[in-house]
């Protein structure tokens, strides 16, 4: 950790105006929007005159000659196009469909358990059970019981009244056609009183080719002990495994490591001395720190060498280690630091996270990957993942969340890294080519899918609403700093429905001013 106090002393010249790209709410935040969405209709172009909007220009503009004047900045050549960054990766999930069931109804999970404690605490641990898969009537068995652990999961959502689980099979195991794995989760959704918000972001995400392995998200009725317990969507661990972030056992010539990392500021409470061990810290001027935990290799197994004494282990964990922070460093504060980005991740991820406006950006559930195998090795960005309070669920004005309601362009202006990336002007190019190509197959189709979502969701949203009933309550950290007054006023699934749709299409007249159509 030599090296951090030099990187330190760089930092702040490196990355001094890498401020908000525009914190001034717009109306395209602010405005209601009831006009029918296609391609056509979501343009307004009497917002190019926005008065903001300019403003946020020259600033950007400004910030790039002052950094170009500390040093030589990093350049994309002009020419480049994504296929020649990134080839297009070759996906092994296929299109699954996420509403599984007959009669216009979903499957039911039913999970057995030998208690029911793990519901009243956060203790750590697996109690046994057993899971199968059936019709919601019954009738016909999908997956016969089988032996698995199950135990809550989650950060804030953990609290929640509806409570989020994770699933240990004794043995691997597959669903619905997914890769058999032994960890799966159960994503309750609770905030999200549409529950669909998750669902629609990995879904786009699935959509757009340059990024890697993407969860799948199928929507299930959960029953506990014989008795219902609410709408759920069914996704892979977010882990290094074979069919999701498939990293394990990757290495490159000189037995270099793969990684698996997460963008988690929670961590330094978790591993209070777990730094350069467990994760990494790195300031970062006029922005909040990123700290990158390691998800693979694991520390965990790391003090599992330590207890065994085993040294070589040990010693190649601690190496690999040094070489991710060296990695890492270059990444974040080097002025050829797109050597070490795969570009097209970065652009496909910015655009999800963007338009659907997720507020865990540049703090947590942000995921990242090293394949060392490569000939090139990059930080490739994803996947996505944890969009239950994203767009528009969050409402604060003037309280903790204020950055995420006064900026347009959040991503870019909580972001550090990606703040740094749109300083260069190839960069801004190429996500505006990205944009307009995959504008209306997949961010316009989003309104499809919301369409259909409502249709097949029918039955089991008003089964979950009778179990879970919308409230006012404001109970949990989240319910009390966060979620909007007018959002949590809403008064049944249909309206929610409608806020989001409206959201959304702001978010899309937004992302068609800057980025073009």
Known sequence: MKKKSLICLIVSALLISCQNVNTSSSEFESSSDSSIIDSSS????????????????????????????????SSIEESSTLEELTPKRERTDKNINNFLGSDNDLYRINITTENEEFLKN????????????????ETKVILDSKAMGIKLRGNSTRSALKKPFKIKF???????????????????????????????????????????????????????????????????Q?????????????????????????????????????????????????????????KYPSYDDYLEYIEKNDEESISKYDNNISWLYEFLSNALYSPNYTDYLDIS???????????????????????????????????TAGPVWDFDIASGAIDDHTGVYNMYYNSELFVRARDPLYAKLFLNDDFSKLVKKRYQEVRDEVFLSVFDEIDIAKEKLAKA???NVSKWPLSTERNTWIEIYALGNDYLELTS???????????????????????GR
């Open 122 to 137: 956060n203790i750590d641990e697996y109690t046994k059970g057993s899971l199968s898969i059936t019709e919601q009537d």
């Open 42 to 73: 979501i343009y307004d172009s009497s917002l190019e005159s926005s008065e903001s909007n300019n403003e946020s220009s020259n600033e950007e503009s400004s910030s790039s000659e002052e950094i170009s004047s500390i040093e030589e900045s």
């Open 238 to 294: 977010m882990e290094e495994n074979k069919g999701r972030v498939d990293v394990e056992d990757k290495v490159s010539a000189n037995g270099l490591s793969s990684f698996f990392l997460e963008v988690d500021e929670r961590i330094k409470d978790e591993y209070k001395d777990g730094e350069g061990k467990a994760y990494f810290y790195f300031p970062i001027e006029g922005k909040s720190p990123y700290y990158f935990s390691f």
């Open 461 to 463: 949203q008003e089964r």
């Open 345 to 379: 991740s970065f652009i496909d991820y910015y655009l999800v996270e963007e338009f659907f406006k997720n507020v865990d950006v540049g703090s947590t559930s942000q995921f990242y990957y090293i394949d060392s195998s490569q000939e090139n090795i990059k930080l």
């Open 170 to 236: 004794d043995k691997k195991q597959s669903l619905f056609g997914l890769k058999a794995a032994k960890k799966w989760v159960l994503l309750a959704n609770y905030y999200d009183k549409s529950n669909i918000r998750n669902y629609l972001a990995y879904l786009t995400a699935n959509k757009l080719t340059y990024l890697g392995f993407q969860p799948s998200s199928i929507f299930v009725d959960v029953y506990l002990n014989n008795n219902y317990y609410g709408l759920f969507l069914l996704c892979e």
């Open 493 to 515: 699934i249909n309206e929610h429905y409608d806020y989001l749709t409206s959201f959304l299409k702001r978010r899309l007249k937004a992302m068609d001013f800057h980025y």
